[in-house]
């Protein structure tokens, strides 16, 4: 017996957001920019509205019905995101400003414990996000590095990632999936190897968590992390989940309300997780943003988003077929839907200033990840990066445009 695939309907995704309906330079927008931030739709924007203009309050400190109203919506935000990464407990759900911070707040707590000459690994394709909170520990503690290769297609090298574990390895963090080169890691694997060494694992879902179902407790990861703002939400908000055991062992990252049990001059005692790693008054209305941008995704089949992703992907790389003026960098399979490229004799920052003027909006840089930029000889690239919201028109039309830009440099 065989069932039909899940179709995903872009029209009906589009409609809600209403930045798709502009212009850029007099053309129509085509927005391939997605995984620097992402578009809001129409429910994220009413919520956070309706949030400060109906019924706001400062959370968890007041007893009356405003406060009791923000409250619940911040806390069902919170089991928003429990439910799309399917961890066991709310509990387990900090609300942080972002996959930066929740990174940072992971570095500093966890490196409190750490002595010189313990080690951390991470990869060559991470962000910087991911490289300078370990950074941090090396030039003040003296914790060591160790990076995992990148191989030629935009791979890990796994055999050398084997080989960097041992009973000095005290973390390993990496990237779920590149945001420059679309790679999609064996996490599965990373996280089996590092756990036979007694070593933690921290995801970086940012890019991850957009293109594909997470599911925490199957992965079996300690600690996975991502921001509101390239998951449709709002910016200033970002998550980080942690195992119910590993957070109860974090000193808290900052000091203030709320993240207290009791305090005198003495001495003072801290709530349990997740409230202990959110000092002072939280992201209130970001948070409600972001929970009504879990809801509204919730409504499209993952799988069935995934496919209508790798099709653009796979549009554009057909559409430039043959076009020997142009390097894609990274190559891996299965990758995600992110292209980066460059254009011989030019720099990515003319050829997306040349893009824009037909309406196409490309990222364009080192992408936060300058030692990948070195592994692969290049000061820079462009990149596109594909979105539910995008469609197989738009794909062509970049295309068209790349292919207009390279006759300025040819």
């Not at 924007?45 to 911040?74: C, F, K, P, Q």
């Not at 935009?154 to 574990?165: C, E, H, P």
């Not at 990066?385 to 292919?403: G, P, Q, R, W």
Request: contains cysteine; proline residues 4%.
């Amino acid at each position: 017996m065989s069932f039909a695939k899940p179709i995903f309907d872009v029209q009906k995704a589009r409609a809600d957001f209403p930045i798709l309906t502009r212009e850029v330079n007099g053309k129509p927008l085509i927005y391939l920019d997605s995984g620097a931030s992402a578009q809001k739709p129409r429910q994220v924007i009413e919520a956070m509205s309706d949030a400060m203009g109906r019924s706001y309050a400062n959370v968890h400190r007041g007893l009356h019905t405003l406060a009791n109203e923000t409250t619940d919506a911040y806390e069902r935000a919170r089991e928003s995101v429990r439910r799309l990464i399917n961890a066991p407990s709310v509990n387990e759900v900090v609300f942080t400003k972002g996959a930066t911070e929740s990174i940072n707040l992971v570095a500093s707590s966890l490196g409190l414990g750490l002595k010189a000459g313990d080690e951390i690994v991470v990869s060559e394709m991470e962000h910087h996000a991911n490289i300078i909170p370990w950074h941090f520990l090396r030039e003040r503690q003296g914790i060591v590095l160790r990076f995992i290769p990148v191989l030629d297609d935009g791979s890990l090298d796994m055999d050398a990632y084997r080989a960097l574990l041992g009973p000095k390895t005290k973390m390993v963090a990496v990237t779920h999936m590149s945001n420059v080169l679309g790679t999609v890691n064996p996490v599965a694997e990373i996280i089996a190897a590092a756990h036979a060494v007694s070593a933690p694992v921290l995801l970086d879902g940012a890019q991850a968590i957009v293109h594909g179902a997470v599911d925490v407790q199957a992965l079996d990861v300690d600690f996975y992390v991502f921001s509101g703002h390239k998951l449709y939400g709002p910016t200033g908000i970002g998550v980080l989940y942690g195992k119910a055991e590993r957070l109860a062992a974090l000193p808290p990252y900052q000091g203030g309300g709320e993240m207290i049990g009791s305090v005198t001059l003495e001495k003072i005692s801290y709530a349990d997780p997740p409230h202990r790693f959110e000092a002072g008054t939280p992201a209130i209305i970001e948070a409600i943003g972001l929970g009504a941008a879990v809801e509204w995704l919730e409504q499209f089949d993952r799988a069935a988003i995934a496919a209508h992703e790798h099709a653009l992907y796979e549009r554009v790389k057909g559409g430039l077929n043959g076009a020997n003026w142009l390097t894609e960098i990274g190559t891996a399979p299965g990758k995600g839907a992110i292209f980066s490229f460059n254009v011989a004799g030019a720099h990515a920052h003319d050829v997306a200033q040349i893009l824009d003027r037909y309406g196409v909006a490309v990222r364009a840089g080192t992408h936060c990840a300058e030692p990948l930029m070195r592994r692969f000889g290049v000061t820079s690239s462009a990149r596109a990066s594909f979105a539910l919201y995008n469609t197989l028109e738009e794909a062509d039309s970049f295309v068209a445009a790349l292919v207009k830009a390279q006759g300025f440099f040819s």
